[in-house]
């Protein structure tokens, strides 16, 4: 069987796509980025697509030959929007063009609440491609077809899973809103037998299904599962009250970092979950309980350091950012600039070349510290950051050596510097 994915490079399809593998299926994974999916799935044939532009005559020519399409993609936020483009009119050209090329089996990977009570931006674009792709053959006679709503998906690499972990993993536990929200997580590995078993079918099948864990539980209660799945002690929990959740929300929304979005938020106050009959159909049992689940994947401690430096990753930036723009502010006239020639003087720069050191030096601090701001290749950045820190400081030692013997720690203090730059640019590099 050969078997196209879309969003093959994301959370579910990272799992997925090893057990298609082992059951001896072709699988070609589709993305935005096929240098990243041959990276991370060496030796199989990818192709590049973008479900934001691809309409469906784009899509033909990849379906030649393809017995079951998955569609994995989705959006965190709206953006500009993307939930429109990607989830609605990408998916609809997609399951069109798989019609037309005669595609046997189409599974498309749609939310918890994507029904006619969703009422969120994600959920409706969700819900309308949902629909199209059952308008297109309701009966499943000349295309079978599945529309997967799971409840939100635990397991690592999740981008869910790592924010969850993360609240988890703060010293003082962080309730989300007043902890009583509630949810009904289904482990990736279950999803994945799923659709596993869907692609096997022999039966022609054409619904939808609601997926979810067996049970209901409270946000605390994840939270709990997740920190003791890390290893961590039992320990009160710190409230993160609703206005604070909706500004962290909105800041996500602005600047797009993290996984927090107004919708998301909203879906989560609103609740997640549901009658886990499809599952227990298809399973043969129960999804299994959360902590059994995550049992079966020991955390290590690259689960605790990466839960713990994650709510740090965007503060460590910004506090970079905030210390090169400031130096740079500085230097254009803050301090006064008979000060800065006295500095430079023991360089042997005077008259024009120390202006142009001096100001060159401080627009050059001020644009670094900008890209910084605005996320521009935080890890090129970064590595200029770390040479220019080199050269600033090979040259005070050689020349101002006293420096170093400031009261302040006026040099020595670049040590930390390129210290935290070096971090921010490990944690950055997992965006690049």
């Not at 033909?60 to 483009?85: C, E, K, Q, S, T």
């Not at 279950?190 to 869907?198: E, G, Q, W, Y």
């Not at 049970?215 to 002690?233: A, I």
Request: net charge positive; with cysteine; glycine share 10%.
């Amino acid at each position: 069987m050969r078997v196209l994915i879309i969003g093959a490079g994301g959370f579910v399809g990272r799992h997925l796509l090893p057990n298609l593998r082992d059951e001896g299926m072709e699988i070609i994974p589709t993305g935005r980025s096929p240098d990243r999916l041959r990276r991370l799935f060496p030796g199989c044939p990818v192709q590049q697509c973008d479900l934001s532009r691809d309409r469906a005559a784009d899509w033909l020519p990849r379906l030649a030959g393809i017995d079951a399409v998955i569609n994995l993609a989705g959006l965190i936020r709206d953006g500009a929007g993307g939930f429109d483009d990607v989830h609605e009119q990408g998916a609809k050209a997609l399951f069109d063009a798989c019609l037309a090329a005669g595609v046997r089996r189409v599974i498309q990977v749609s939310a918890l609440g994507a029904d006619e009570m969703g009422t969120s931006a994600y959920h409706r674009s969700k819900k309308a491609a949902d629909d199209h792709l059952a308008s297109l053959d309701p009966e499943g006679g000349r295309m079978d077809w599945a529309v997967l709503r799971p409840s939100l998906v635990i397991g690592r690499g999740g981008a869910s899973t790592e924010m969850l972990a993360a609240l988890a993993a703060a010293p003082l536990p962080l309730r989300l809103g007043p902890g009583d929200w509630r949810v009904q997580p289904l482990h990736v590995d279950d999803l994945v037998v799923i659709i596993i078993r869907l692609l096997h079918r022999r039966e022609p099948f054409a619904g939808r299904l609601d997926l979810v864990g067996p049970e209901p539980m409270t946000t605390d209660t994840l939270t709990l599962t997740l920190r003791r799945w890390l290893g961590l002690p039992p320990a009160r929990f710190l409230p993160l009250p609703r206005p604070l959740l909706a500004l962290g929300a909105a800041l996500g929304d602005r600047f797009g970092f993290g996984p927090a979005s107004r919708d998301s938020l909203a879906m989560l106050a609103a609740g997640n979950v549901g009658d886990d009959s499809a599952v227990r159909a298809f399973l043969g049992r129960p999804a299994r309980p959360l902590a059994q689940a995550l049992a079966r994947h020991p955390a290590m401690a690259a689960d605790r350091w990466r839960a713990r430096l994650l709510p740090l990753a965007t503060p460590i930036r910004l506090l970079l950012a905030a210390i090169w723009i400031w130096t740079g502010i500085v230097s254009l006239g803050l301090y006064p600039v008979e000060g800065s020639y006295a500095l430079l003087a023991p360089l042997g720069l005077t008259g024009l070349s120390a202006t142009l050191a001096l100001y060159g030096g401080a627009l050059l601090d001020l644009g670094l510290g900008l890209a910084l701001l605005l996320r521009w290749r935080p890890v090129a950045i970064g590595a200029a950051q770390l040479a220019l820190m080199a050269v600033y400081t090979a040259l005070i030692s050689l020349y101002l050596p006293d420096l170093w013997l400031h009261p302040f720690g006026a040099i020595s203090k670049n040590l930390a510097v390129a210290g935290a730059t070096l971090a921010m640019m490990a944690m950055e590099a997992e965006h690049g």
